[in-house]
């Protein structure tokens, strides 16, 4: 018997319906309590980038190294804060132009991703005496701490970020009940200062440890028992004392092919 069932044929939609539809998606819902770029929808916005950041990176070094490696920026947690905060910045920096031409907000992105990269690691060897990532070897870079190449890299992730995962975040945050959704913000803010808290305090130890500076009172015992250097080791595999990341046979004992198979997470 043959069907009579015939399926709709598919449009294409066009640029600018992909525009109109964008745009109505970045409006939001004006009852919803994330609407716009309040406190609540920048939180989400953090959060969200920083399970994103997590996942891109862990996938990047599998493709690149192939295997899997922890690319935790906390102790507890798939989340990279780093990814979360520029997420933030992009938002704040680039809401503006979203309705200019793809070529500002590639070169806004670009900008914007390199200073903030370099910020980051600026503070990350003043605060703590680490370092996570040194460029010092490569093409065009500013002080190791960025350089070219990724600088481009922000470009494109900006572009993405604001053309389309921004306006679904934005989407998906508001379709979140009012109260729920403000109850949940708060629990989650809660633990994730906690989180960031203890690891800051946890690495900081670390950096006085190799001061020779001894635990002078229950809290900095309790971190050098719970979180000594094996530990943030395994955790951070990729961060180093600051005073080491121009010592290339150092150096190259933090590259995960130099590893023993059995240190590799």
């Known amino acids: 018997m043959r069907s009579t069932f015939k399926t709709r044929p598919t449009r294409?939609?066009?640029?600018?319906?992909?525009?109109?539809?964008?745009?109505?998606?970045?409006?939001?819902?004006?009852?919803s309590f994330a609407h716009g770029l309040n406190f609540y929808k920048l939180f989400w916005i953090f959060l969200i980038g920083s399970v994103i950041g997590f996942v891109v990176e862990t996938l990047f070094c599998y493709v690149v190294e192939g295997f899997f490696e922890s690319r935790k920026g906390l102790l507890y947690g798939p989340f990279i804060p780093i990814y979360g905060f520029g997420a933030v910045l992009m938002t704040l920096a680039l809401y503006r132009y979203r309705n200019r031409s793809s070529t500002v907000i590639f070169v806004a992105s670009a900008v914007i991703g390199a200073a903030f990269e370099y910020f980051c690691s600026w503070v990350q060897e003043t605060v703590f005496g680490t370092v996570s990532w040194e460029y010092s070897g490569s093409a065009l870079n500013l002080h190791g701490r960025t350089n070219v190449y990724f600088a481009l890299c922000w470009g494109?992730?900006?572009?993405?970020?604001?053309?389309y995962t921004l306006p679904f975040l934005t989407e998906w945050i508001e379709k979140i009940p009012n109260r729920a959704g403000k109850i949940l913000t708060w629990a989650l803010l809660v633990l994730m200062v906690l989180d960031?808290?203890?690891?800051?305090?946890?690495?900081?130890?670390?950096?006085?440890?190799?001061?020779?500076?001894?635990?002078?009172?229950?809290?900095?015992?309790?971190?050098?028992?719970?979180?000594?250097?094996?530990?943030?080791?395994?955790?951070?595999?990729n961060m180093q004392p600051a005073e080491d990341k121009h010592d290339e046979a150092y150096a190259a004992s933090f590259d995960p092919?130099?590893?023993a198979e059995g240190d590799i997470t």
């Open 156 to 163: 494109v992730l900006g572009l993405i970020f604001l053309n």
């Open 12 to 31: 294409k939609i066009s640029k600018e319906e992909f525009q109109a539809h964008r745009r109505k998606q970045m409006e939001g819902n004006p009852y």
């Open 196 to 237: 960031m808290a203890l690891s800051a305090a946890a690495v900081k130890r670390q950096d006085l440890r190799r001061e020779g500076i001894p635990a002078r009172n229950a809290v900095e015992l309790f971190l050098d028992e719970t979180y000594d250097d094996e530990t943030l080791k395994r955790i951070f595999p």
């Open 257 to 259: 092919r130099n590893r």
